[in-house]
């Protein structure tokens, strides 16, 4: 007999095989062994052996390589699309691509303009000029007064020399120079509170008077307009808060555009510079409704009156002049005097602030917008926007077409009404190279030819500047010139002169018909020599007399004094001919 070795089975010693388990018994004639005895209690099992590391395969290292820079080249690539903008591209037609192409447009908009050759806040000028005058006049006879005037004007020259820093103080020291000798000399200085004039050899008193008292003077004065422009803020603009509050504007006033009154066109053929360039593009045709527009205005007045708004502040003190000339009083001369003009008191009053009157305008001029059907289309060739238009069926429109290419820039405004064109202007930039300020201005009006007497707009400026080459003042080396109908009316050159800069400006009078004509004068030459100043200080032991609470009536008798003395000065100049 013999066991089952798996199971423990008794077997007869010819199976081969355990009937129970299966399990195979060896040869039939091995001697079969006893069963063992029950076994003790087994020890507990050691801890299996850490199982030795497997041997990554080569291929599977160079997978995940592989796979890892493909991700990180991904990664890159997206990272390069989107943070170039190149991802706009790709954009469908949408408003979110409209989005981005306008605010694309304003920040170039932005980037120009504080690009622009202008005085810094905070900057100074220092600036010294000889200005001479000159005219032709062919057909002068030899004492005729013309030559006698340019007999003059040949042996005097006016000395300038200017202190100035934006809007914090401006000295001018000037002097009128005959044959070499000061004839006349003088200074006049502004700050933020005061204005001064001394002029020794007109009248031995150095003049002052406060901002304040000069802005009663002018509304007391007749001139309530001059009195709103001594408040006007003209410093620059502080460039990071006026492009951080533009783009918020933009956003604000794009949200006018709504799925349901957006009708995009893709693939659209129009026509720009009055049909002088065709091309498709997508077309975004905008009609919002009066409570679209007037929740617009609305949003818009709540940005502007924001305490901390720094468009809200500078666009502040400029209604406050308007309002203020609105509402003041004005005065006229008549037979020698003056007389008061009372506002109509039927004139509604101005609201207080700029925000309180867009509110309380938003639903009149919303109403009226939504009768007229207005729309705006915005044209995209890609992500360019290449035309603005601003239409009303019944009262003509507005188009605004701008074209962008690596050489020249170009923006073009045509004015319609429901006859036609009416005018339109033709801005031309080269912008190939980044150190000129080079192109041509076109303004002109589409009038009836047949009316005699009207004088149309047809003006052409041209213009070439360096921007490297600065002068004392600010103002750029180069040329320009004004053309009218056609008609060369005024040319400036300017040019570096040893340690200045060489201006020279050229009115052409003679022309019957242009804007300015005189007779028997063909041309007026204006030109003068800027160099570097030294600094103009008010006048030293001189007691400034104050004019704060004098009546107009004793200033224009002391003005008056003033004005007889320098004529007198001029008979002088000229009875030494």
């Not at 069963?35 to 050691?46: G, I, S």
Request: aromatic share 8%; glycine share 6%; charged share 25%.
């Amino acid at each position: 007999m013999k066991y089952c070795p798996n199971c423990g089975k008794q077997l007869e010693d010819k199976m081969k095989f355990c009937p129970d388990c299966g399990n195979s018994v060896g040869q039939p004639n091995a001697p079969a062994a006893a069963p063992a005895a029950p076994a003790a209690p087994a020890a507990p099992a050691a801890a299996p052996a850490a199982a030795a590391p497997e041997k990554k395969s080569k291929r599977g290292v160079k997978a995940g390589a592989v796979i890892a820079i493909v991700l990180a080249v991904l990664l890159a690539a997206c990272a390069l699309v989107y943070f170039t903008g190149l991802y706009k591209k790709f954009l469908p037609a949408s408003r979110l691509k409209l989005a981005l192409a306008e605010k694309d447009l304003t920040e170039h908009a932005l980037n120009a303009a504080f690009k622009a050759p202008v005085v810094k806040q905070g900057s100074s000028i220092k600036a010294k000029a000889n200005v001479t005058v000159g005219i032709d006049a062919p057909d002068a006879g030899l004492f005729s007064e013309l030559s006698v005037i340019k007999m003059l004007l040949e042996n005097v020259s006016l000395d300038l020399e200017v202190d100035g820093r934006a809007q914090d103080h401006t000295y001018l020291d000037l002097g009128l120079i005959y044959k070499g000798n000061k004839m006349l000399g003088g200074n006049v200085f502004m700050n933020e509170d005061s204005v001064g004039l001394y002029l020794p050899q007109l009248d031995e008193h150095y003049y002052t008077m406060t901002m304040a008292a000069l802005k009663k003077l002018l509304t007391e004065g007749q001139d309530a307009e001059a009195a709103g422009a001594l408040d006007l803020d003209l410093t620059p603009l502080d460039e990071a808060k006026t492009r951080k509050e533009v783009m918020e504007l933009l956003a604000i006033i794009g949200r006018i555009s709504t799925k349901e009154n957006t009708d995009i066109e893709k693939n659209v053929e129009i026509s720009l510079f009055r049909d002088e360039k065709t091309m498709k593009v997508d077309s975004y045709t905008i009609t919002p409704s009066e409570a679209e527009f007037e929740k617009t205005i609305k949003a818009v007045a709540d940005y502007l009156a924001k305490d901390n708004c720094y468009l809200g502040g500078r666009i502040a003190k400029l209604y406050d002049t308007i309002k203020n000339s609105y509402s003041a009083p004005k005065a006229s001369s008549s037979d020698g005097g003056w007389y008061e003009e009372t506002p109509d008191a039927s004139a509604p009053e101005l609201p207080a602030t700029f925000p309180e009157f867009l509110r309380e305008k938003a639903p009149e001029i919303a109403k009226e917008l939504a009768e007229m059907k207005f729309s705006i289309q915005i044209c995209l060739d890609g992500m360019n926007p290449v035309s603005h238009r601003f239409i009303t069926p019944n009262d003509g429109c507005a188009f605004i077409d701008t074209l962008k290419t690596d050489k020249e820039a170009r923006a073009y405004v045509t004015l319609l009404n429901e006859e036609g064109a009416a005018a339109y202007a033709d801005a031309r930039f080269d912008i190939s190279d980044k150190n000129r300020i080079k192109g041509s201005v076109v303004l002109k009006e589409i009038y009836d030819e047949s009316d005699y007497y009207y004088r149309p707009v047809d003006f052409t400026v041209n213009f070439d500047f360096d921007r490297k080459q600065v002068s004392a003042l600010g103002t750029l080396a180069g040329t320009a010139n004004v053309l009218y109908t056609d008609t060369e009316l005024a040319t400036l050159n300017v040019t570096r002169s040893g340690e200045g800069y060489d201006h020279v400006l050229v009115l052409n009078v003679g022309e019957r018909g242009t804007l300015i004509h005189v007779n028997g004068v063909s041309k007026v030459t204006l030109k003068a020599l800027v160099t570097e100043g030294d600094g103009v200080e008010t006048p030293k032991n001189v007691a400034p007399t104050s004019l704060d609470g004098k009546s107009v009536e004793e200033i224009e008798e002391i003005f008056g004094n003033m004005t007889r003395q320098l004529g007198n000065i001029l008979s002088s100049l000229l009875m030494g001919f």
